[in-house]
């Protein structure tokens, strides 16, 4: 009797099992094994557990990359202006190696792929070394090729109780949108001058620290994209540097690493510019637009009118640094964060 009880028990159990790993694979909500052809009907809501399975599988030959900079981009603006099929994947807050796996997958299963628009941000060339290695936020599993580990997706108590409720709910929304998915200007965002400044956390006074601070970071970073620019010729990696507010670098000043951000990037486009397949763009020393606290929430983030300046500028070549300007720009934009008066900002 306990032996029938038991196979009965072990019946039902991997009945469930196979139903529910099923069901996940059938739907499969982070496109870990398929996409929609038509971008528009992929339903694009978990960044770090979705993003991989969207490069991986889905067809478009233009990439948008970076952190909460990047997101107020509309992939379907670049189709618009370049004549491409572009995808917009960012991590908020990501780190190199969060960015490089993607990269690197989307590479590899995207013989399409022609154009990745990175944006690069000063934290990101001057993170820890250690730190661009190993991305501890998109699951293994889902980013390797071996189909045993998939068990971990398909029978992922997360992916069945929560994720796939929140892929139904986008599923049958009227008003769903893949281009303004992770958009979040949206979200009744407070952009004024006030909320810029309250919005400072403003750092520990610092001595000055040497320009080489950052130096073994950013070698760091542009080693490994390096690495990956050369091994891919017909690919063209544009990188641009968001345009933080004037805010952000009376932080730098008043932590005395004004010089060392400056060289770290001075530093790591260097590496970058010597190849032909890249691009930079450099908005941070604009003071028409850092200075304009009226269109930031905080001290770095920017309403999406900038990133529609910004893609003009991709099209049309304005704010491009080159090997020959790259140090007359940066020095440009340390002698304005140097000049800046601050205190009439700040105490008004």
């Known amino acids: 009797m306990h032996k029938r009880f038991f196979i009965k028990f072990l019946s039902l159990f991997l009945t469930v099992i196979l139903i529910l790993g099923g069901f996940v694979f059938a739907i499969d909500p982070f496109n870990h094994y398929r996409a929609e052809e038509d971008l528009t009907k992929i339903i694009h809501h978990q960044t770090y557990y979705q993003n991989i399975g969207i490069a991986k599988n889905a067809k478009y030959d233009t990439l948008i990359i970076g952190s ?11 189709d618009e202006k ?3 099929q572009a995808v917009r994947l960012p991590f908020e807050g990501g780190i190199l190696s969060d960015y ?17 628009y990175f944006g690069l941000d000063n934290y990101i060339i001057t993170t820890d070394s250690e730190l661009n290695d190993e991305t501890n936020r998109i699951p293994e599993y889902l980013a390797d090729d071996n189909p045993l580990t998939d068990v971990k997706y398909l029978l992922n108590k997360d992916v069945i109780f929560t994720y796939m409720r929140t892929y139904f709910g986008n599923k049958f929304r009227s008003d769903y949108d893949f281009y303004e998915m992770q958009v979040w200007e949206n979200s009744g965002i407070n952009f004024s001058k006030e ?15 040497s320009i080489y601070l950052y130096e073994e970071s950013a070698s760091n970073v542009s080693q490994i994209l390096c690495e990956r620019i050369e091994n891919n010729p017909d690919i063209n990696f544009v990188f641009f540097a968001p345009p933080y ?17 400056i060289h770290a990037l001075k530093t790591a486009y260097a590496d970058l510019l010597k190849y032909k397949n890249v691009k930079i763009f450099y908005f941070q020393n604009i003071p028409e637009l850092i200075t304009n606290l009226d269109n930031y929430k905080d001290p770095t983030h920017y309403r999406s009118t900038y990133n529609e300046y910004m893609l003009e500028c991709f099209v049309n070549g304005e704010n491009e640094i080159t090997e020959e300007n790259y140090v007359a720009v940066l020095d440009d934009m340390k002698r304005l964060a140097a000049s800046y008066d601050y205190n009439a900002l700040l105490n008004n």
């Open 68 to 78: 909460s900079m990047t997101q107020n981009f509309r992939a379907n603006w670049f």
């Open 82 to 84: 370049m004549g491409c």
């Open 100 to 116: 490089t796996t993607l990269i690197d997958i989307a590479i590899a299963n995207n013989p399409d792929l022609k154009y990745i």
């Open 195 to 209: 909320a810029a400044i309250n919005n400072y956390i403003m750092p520990d006074k610092g001595s000055e620290q």
């Open 245 to 261: 507010s004037i805010i952000h670098w009376h932080a730098a000043i008043y932590a005395g690493k004004l010089n060392a951000q």
